[in-house]
């Protein structure tokens, strides 16, 4: 697999993930200028901004160790973005969901919610 097919791969898991814990989806891999969140969902009034890190092993380390501060603070840009773009969302959060996968199957998902930076 691929790292595009692994990433793809992820966020679909993900997106089912969410739905799952009643979320609901709004946009999948929005784009403004160089940024781009992965998952925006909304839940209990909170618009969230999931960033999804998938991958096939932990021979580099679990997914959610490579989170960058730069990956961090671009996330933070298209959020300021989307909020000028929808004002009536008020509260907002962000998450991280890492996944690992054997065999193109979640072998683990961990979400680490309300990340601060």
């Known amino acids: 697999m691929h790292n595009q097919d692994t ?7 993900a997106a089912d993930y969410l739905r799952k814990k009643g979320f609901v989806i709004l946009e999948r891999n929005w784009r403004f200028r160089y940024w781009e969140v992965d998952i925006i969902a909304s ?11 998938t991958r096939m092993s932990l021979r580099y380390g679990r997914p959610e160790e490579s989170i960058t501060r730069d990956k961090m603070r671009s996330l933070k840009n298209a959020a ?16 991280v969901l890492a996944i690992t996968l054997v065999n193109g199957e ?8 309300d990340v601060y930076f």
């Open 7 to 13: 990433g793809k791969t992820g966020e679909e898991i």
């Open 43 to 53: 839940f209990n009034g909170f618009l969230h901004f999931v960033e999804v890190k």
């Open 80 to 95: 300021e973005e989307y909020q000028y773009l929808h004002p009536e969302w008020k509260y907002l959060q962000f998450d």
């Open 106 to 113: 979640p072998r683990e998902i961990f979400m680490i919610e």
